[in-house]
């Protein structure tokens, strides 16, 4: 018991503890449109998450968006961050914050945003310098678009390895138009590989004894579902709220931890499983109708009854684990639009969509085979053994797992 033990460790390890930067969390975006005139300017729109500022900014620690905006101390420096660290260069010199700096509003309680204007002082090469946050998470990125006084749009990804690119003069083709194909390939991969929620759903589905087959069963489930809702999302088709999104992959989560016990119990344990289940979303389902939580009672309802008639599936089936990737492909669908939140922050230009969402789909399927590969190995040599032993390896694997889903799903639903 003692790999078991280990590995249900590992994943609480990936649960709460981390929820900052679950789900590929630190991301911020700029968009930057520049003013024609004999002196350059720009106004600035830029949107970064509370988590981050609570890190960076000392004034913010522990504060929410609420919190930050009643209070002039920690407002004032969170927008002296803010400019500091998402700035435009003219020839030698930052360009400087001309007027205030006001707030934006922001459907997304875990989100600030802020505008503002610049100016420069001199003509010379224009050039963006952004970095914030790098030196508390150096993993972050930074999506910026800008927009040139002669309508070329230009967007870029900045890194702490690369914080600064240069814009060019109106007219000239001196500035790189988009982010590489390669450099949203690494979004794509950097996103799954700091996205804990969807490695750890992905775990949850690869807990109970299954087959090679099997396992691309669930990766193509996943992958196409994702693929088309990160681009119905992408294209603007449609747009959930990006909060209700959070809290239903926290969902996915927990109702596929609760099938590996399902599978694993008798029928009378198996009775108050569901039981549970419908209680619990009964209740929840109650609440948002009521107004409490970002999760819509309809979708509530939804997973409630997909969850419940698929428990009850399963019971019928010889082998259930060759129904999982039909449990992978509806929350799939969940969590393409959580993919698509990263890109469609950003406003790409319609003929960067293309690439963009290819590029990134692909670092995100090269993520998920990655893991795959390293995971499902293991999952197998500690599944070896009696039954009594397979049993337990998913109990004990699924707890902490569930303990997450649980966790994330009340606590973005909540704010």
């Not at 003692?2 to 911020?28: E, K, Q, V």
């Not at 993993?139 to 006084?149: G, I, K, N, P």
């Not at 449609?238 to 909060?243: D, H, I, Q, T």
């Amino acid at each position: 018991m003692a790999a078991p033990a280990l590995l249900a460790c590992l994943l609480a390890m990936a649960g709460p503890a981390h929820d900052a930067i679950a789900h590929g969390r630190s991301i911020s975006t700029s968009v930057w449109t520049l003013e024609p005139g004999p002196l350059p300017a720009a106004r600035v729109l830029a949107r970064v998450r509370v988590s981050d500022l609570q890190r960076a900014v000392k004034e913010a620690a522990g504060l929410t968006a609420v919190e930050i905006a009643v209070r002039p101390a920690s407002e004032a420096a969170v927008d002296a961050y803010l400019t500091a660290h998402v700035a435009l260069h003219a020839g030698a010199s930052r360009c400087e914050v001309r007027g205030p700096v006001t707030a934006v509003p922001s459907a997304d309680p875990s989100h600030v945003a802020r505008r503002w204007r610049v100016e420069c002082r001199e003509p010379g090469p224009l050039v963006l310098r952004v970095d914030p946050f790098f030196e508390v998470v150096p993993q972050h990125y930074h999506l910026a678009r800008a927009t040139r006084s002669d309508g070329e749009v230009i967007e870029r990804i900045f890194v702490l390895e690369s914080p600064t690119h240069a814009l060019g003069a109106p007219g000239s083709d001196t500035a790189q138009r988009g982010a590489s194909f390669a450099e949203y390939l690494g979004l794509g991969v950097g996103h799954i590989a700091t996205g804990f929620d969807h490695l750890l759903f992905l775990l949850a589905l690869l807990l109970v004894g299954i087959s090679v087959l099997e396992v691309a069963t669930i990766v193509t489930g996943f992958t196409v579902a994702h693929s088309v809702t990160l681009a119905l999302g992408v294209l603007g088709v449609v747009e959930p709220r990006s909060a209700a999104i959070e809290a239903l992959i926290g969902l996915s989560i927990a109702v596929v931890a609760v099938e590996n016990f399902a599978e694993t119990v008798g029928p009378t344990t198996r009775r108050w499983i569901l039981v549970s289940i419908a209680v619990g979303l009964a209740l929840a389902a109650i609440g948002a109708a009521s107004g409490a939580g970002a999760v819509p009672a309809l979708a509530l309802i939804g997973v409630g009854v997909f969850a419940l008639c698929y428990l009850e599936l399963i019971r019928h089936v010889a082998r259930p684990s060759r129904m999982r990737w039909f449990v992978a492909f509806v929350f799939g669908l969940i969590h393409g639009f959580g993919f698509a939140g990263l890109l469609t922050q950003i406003g790409l230009p319609p003929d960067r969509i293309a690439p963009a969402l290819l590029g990134f789909n692909l670092g995100v399927e090269i993520g998920q085979i990655a893991l795959v590969a390293l995971a499902w190995p293991i999952l197998l040599a500690l599944e070896r053994g009696s039954r009594l032993h397979r049993v337990r390896v998913v109990q004990v694997c699924s707890a902490p797992i569930l303990a997450a889903g649980l966790y994330w799903f009340l606590s973005r639903s909540l704010g």
